[in-house]
């Protein structure tokens, strides 16, 4: 008979945050597969838990998946948790899940504690819809590609940012989208918890004057392109002047005359 993979969600940051579910679970199973056995054992010597314990991570995750597999195979409970919230949610842990129902293991889910929930909740922002988009990218091109699928649609926006990337990502939303509303919150559920509100302007000008530290959760309020910004690109796309562009938009659209002059020249001093 083949044992059950458990998908554990741990806390965030305070370790009173986890479910007596959880806690249970923990102690009945025969193997934890954890990101950073250092972390993980912080919550199971809280509670008085002792475990076999896999390091499993993005490093690893091929090799490792496979011996969890077995594991399971075998008739043994492996548990599966991440240093902190629900599991498989940006990291490799998703692919364990993939493996298991393709093995008809079965999988259960322990819920509890999520950055983006909590934080999305939090933050002021409209919570329905909302996208979540993991780490911000690095790449150029994969930034501009994620603006133009996501940032002129009605969803409030959620992404992960490290200590070491916060100032270099708000800066350049800042130059992009100063005026959008959003929020920033660090170190959810610990002592030094904050929340950032305000355009994404003010939000870099406050993390600028904060301590840097901690994981970040940066929240960006969502926004359809105007009919004029639509029309705009379009133009841009052709074989014209800005000085005919400019003709043509400020005939059609009257009243914007200074907005469209600096959209579209806003790459010129």
């Not at 044992?3 to 945050?17: A, C, E, M, Q, R």
């Not at 003010?202 to 301590?211: A, H, M, Q, R």
């Not at 059609?252 to 806003?266: A, E």
Request: hydrophobic fraction near 35%; charged fraction near 35%; proline fraction near 3%.
């Amino acid at each position: 008979m083949k044992g059950k993979l458990f998908i554990i969600s741990t806390p965030i940051g305070n370790l009173k945050d986890i479910t007596l579910r959880g806690i249970e679970t923990l102690k009945s199973i025969d193997y934890i597969a954890c990101e950073d056995i250092r972390v993980t054992l912080k919550l199971l010597n809280r509670y008085k838990i002792k475990k076999k314990l896999i390091s499993y991570h993005s490093g690893n995750e091929e090799k490792v998946r496979k011996e969890i597999i077995e594991i399971l195979k075998s008739g043994k409970s492996v548990g599966l948790v991440s240093d902190a919230g629900t599991p498989c949610i940006s990291d490799p842990g998703e692919l364990i899940v993939k493996d298991a129902i393709e093995n008809e293991i079965d999988v259960e889910i322990i819920p509890g504690p999520s950055a983006i929930i909590t934080s999305l909740v939090v933050s002021g922002l409209k919570t329905t819809p909302f996208i979540f988009l993991g780490f911000f990218p690095r790449k150029k091109r994969e930034v501009l590609d994620l603006i133009d699928k996501y940032f002129y649609i009605k969803a409030t926006l959620i992404f992960y940012e490290s200590p070491h990337r916060i100032l270099e990502t708000l800066s350049f939303l800042k130059d992009t989208f100063p005026e959008r509303k959003g929020a920033v919150v660090k170190e959810l559920t610990k002592i030094f918890e904050k929340v950032y509100r305000g355009t994404i302007k003010e939000l870099y000008e406050k993390i600028e004057k904060s301590e840097i530290k901690g994981e970040y959760v940066i929240l960006i309020e969502g926004e359809e392109k105007s009919e004029w910004e639509k029309d705009l690109e379009i133009l841009e796309s052709m074989n014209l002047t800005k000085q005919e562009i400019l003709k043509f938009m400020i005939k059609k659209y009257k009243g914007i005359k200074n907005t469209i002059k600096k959209r579209l020249f806003k790459n010129e001093s």
